[in-house]
C-alpha cells in the first residue's frame, strides 16, 4: 500500500518553492535594465535665488517675469518673492517685468502652476554697473579666480529656500594643490535663511584660488562676489562671480571689454594629470590664435593663472566677442577684466538648444553669440518692461564664428531662441562700466525618476 507524504515532508518541498516565487516577485531578474530615463511632466513650482546685493554700489533692481513654455499663452498671476516668512506675494505677467521689493538680502522667487515654467529674474546695480542672473539650486557648481587677501577678496554666499538644513562641502584649489580648510567642510546653512563667508578670513591665501562646492544634504544656491581693491591707488570694484556647472575640455567665455587695464585668466584643474590648454580669439566672423600666446600648462589638483592684457585689450578693440579654451583634459576657467578701473568677471556660457532668457538693467546692451555645433540661426527678441516687443532678428549661426546683436537702450528682457543647432550666449551690459551676464536654458519641464519595484 502506497503511503501518503507526510506533512513534514510536504513542508520541505512546498516552503522553499513558495519563498523562491515570493523572491521573483519582489527582486526581478537583475539581468533587465534598473530603469529607464526620467519621464519629463509639466512644471508644477518653480524656483530661483537670487544673491544679495552688492554693499554700497548704486541703486539696486531686482526683476522678475515669466515667459512660459508657451509663447502664445496669456501669463498672469502672482510668484512669492523673499526669503521664508519675509516673503510676499509679486505680481506678474508674461513677459512684462515686475520689480521686487525685497531689501538688500537674498531673495527667492518661486511660482507655481503655469508661472513656473521659464520663470525668469535678475539682480542689477548702478555705479559701477553689475549685473546677475537668479539661478535654480544645483547640486554642484565651480567658483575659479577666487581671491583671498587685502587686494582681491572673495565672498561665499550660501541660500537654502527650503524649511530644513542644507548642507555644503566646499573644496578649495590653489596653485599647490588642495588646500585643507575644515571650516569650509560641512557648512550647514538653516533652513530659510543664508551663509556668507569671506576668504580672506576663512582661508588667508594671496594666490588664484578654485572653489568646487557640493550640496550634500537638502538644496542650496551657491553665489560669489568679487572685488578687487588697489590699495593706495583709489580704484577698487566689485562684481558677481558667474558659477561653472562642471569642469570642461572647451570653455567659451563671452564678454571681452574694451579699453586699457588687466586681464587675467585663471584655470583650475581637478584631475590627476597635467592638462594643457590652447587659447582662441572669438569674432563675430572667425576664431583665430593670438600671435605670441603659448598653450597653458596646469598642474593635477591646482590652478594656474596668465596674463592675457596686451592680446585681449587690442582684440576687443578690434570686436573681438569672446575668448576659447580648449583642453586635453577637463577644466574651469575665468576671465578677469579691469578696464578703467572697472571689474567684469567671465565664465563658459552654457550650452542651450531651446529658448533661453534675462532680465537685465536699462542702458547699453549687446547679445553675444557663439560656439554654434552647427549652421542654424538664432531669433533674438528684446522686450521693454511693460512687455512691448522692441526688437526682433533673426541671425545666421555657424561653426567658429559669432554674432553681436546690439539691443535697444530700454530692453529690460531678452530671449534668444536658437534653430538647427545648439549656442552659447551672453549679454554685455555697457554704461558706468561693463557686466556679462551668461544666458543658461530655461527650466519648462519637470523631470520624473523612472523607478521600479525590485529595481537595484
Not at 37 to 65: K, M
Not at 186 to 201: F, K
Not at 225 to 230: E, G, I, K, L, R
Not at 329 to 339: F, K, M
Request: contains cysteine; negative net charge; proline residues 8%.
Amino acid at each position: 500500500m502506497r503511503r501518503r507524504p507526510g506533512a513534514d515532508v510536504v513542508l520541505a518541498v512546498l516552503l522553499p518553492a513558495a519563498c523562491a516565487l515570493a523572491l521573483l516577485l519582489l527582486h526581478p531578474d537583475r539581468s533587465e535594465p534598473g530603469g529607464g530615463a526620467p519621464v519629463e511632466t509639466p512644471l508644477t513650482s518653480a524656483s530661483v535665488v537670487c544673491p544679495s546685493a552688492l554693499a554700497g554700489s548704486g541703486a539696486d533692481t531686482l526683476g522678475v517675469t515669466v515667459v512660459g513654455a508657451d509663447p502664445n499663452a496669456t501669463l498672469e498671476g502672482d510668484v512669492q518673492a523673499g526669503l521664508g516668512a519675509e516673503s510676499v506675494p509679486l505680481p506678474v505677467r508674461g513677459r512684462r517685468v515686475s520689480l521686487a521689493q525685497t531689501g538688500a538680502g537674498p531673495t527667492v522667487v518661486t511660482g507655481a502652476g503655469e508661472l513656473a515654467p521659464g520663470l525668469v529674474a535678475g539682480r542689477s546695480q548702478s555705479a559701477p554697473l553689475a549685473a546677475v542672473d537668479c539661478a535654480p539650486p544645483v547640486a554642484g557648481q565651480w567658483f575659479t579666480g577666487v581671491g583671498a587677501d587685502a587686494t582681491h577678496d572673495s565672498v561665499l554666499e550660501l541660500v537654502n529656500p527650503n524649511a530644513g538644513r542644507a548642507i555644503a562641502d566646499v573644496t578649495v584649489r590653489s596653485p599647490g594643490g588642495v588646500l585643507e580648510v575644515p571650516a569650509l567642510r560641512g557648512v550647514s546653512v538653516p533652513g530659510h535663511s543664508s551663509v556668507r563667508l569671506d576668504l580672506g578670513t576663512v582661508v588667508p591665501n594671496r594666490a588664484e584660488l578654485a572653489l568646487e562646492v557640493h550640496t550634500s544634504r537638502g538644496r542650496l544656491a551657491v553665489h560669489v562676489v568679487d572685488a578687487y581693491d588697489q590699495l593706495g591707488s583709489g580704484a577698487a570694484g566689485q562684481d558677481w562671480l558667474p558659477a561653472q556647472a562642471e569642469p570642461a575640455t572647451e570653455s567659451l567665455l563671452l564678454g571681452l571689454s574694451k579699453g586699457a587695464g588687466g586681464r587675467t585668466l585663471v584655470l583650475a584643474n581637478p584631475g590627476a594629470d597635467e592638462v594643457r590648454a590652447t587659447l582662441s580669439v572669438v569674432t563675430p566672423t572667425s576664431t583665430y590664435a593670438p600671435t605670441g600666446v603659448e598653450d597653458v600648462r596646469v598642474a593635477p589638483d591646482s590652478t594656474e593663472a596668465v596674463s592675457l592684457d596686451d592680446v585681449l585689450a587690442q582684440a576687443a578693440k578690434d570686436d573681438a566677442i569672446g575668448l576659447l579654451v580648449e583642453s586635453n583634459g577637463p577644466v574651469t576657467s575665468t576671465l578677469r577684466q579691469i578696464a578703467h578701473d572697472d571689474l567684469s568677471l567671465l565664465t563658459t556660457a552654457p550650452v542651450v538648444d531651446a529658448l533661453t532668457a534675462a532680465v537685465l538693467p536699462t542702458g547699453p546692451k549687446h547679445v553675444l553669440l557663439a560656439g554654434a555645433s552647427g549652421t542654424g540661426t538664432a531669433t533674438v527678441t528684446a522686450y521693454s518692461a511693460r512687455g512691448k516687443q522692441l526688437d526682433q532678428q533673426e541671425v545666421g549661426l555657424a561653426p567658429d564664428a559669432g554674432a553681436d546683436v546690439t539691443l535697444p537702450d530700454k530692453a529690460v528682457l531678452v530671449t534668444v531662441t536658437p534653430t538647427g543647432t545648439t549656442v552659447r550666449a551672453a549679454v554685455r551690459l555697457d554704461g558706468a562700466g561693463t557686466a556679462v551676464v551668461p544666458l543658461r536654458e530655461l527650466v519648462l519641464t519637470g523631470l520624473v525618476p523612472d523607478v521600479r519595484p525590485g529595481a537595484p
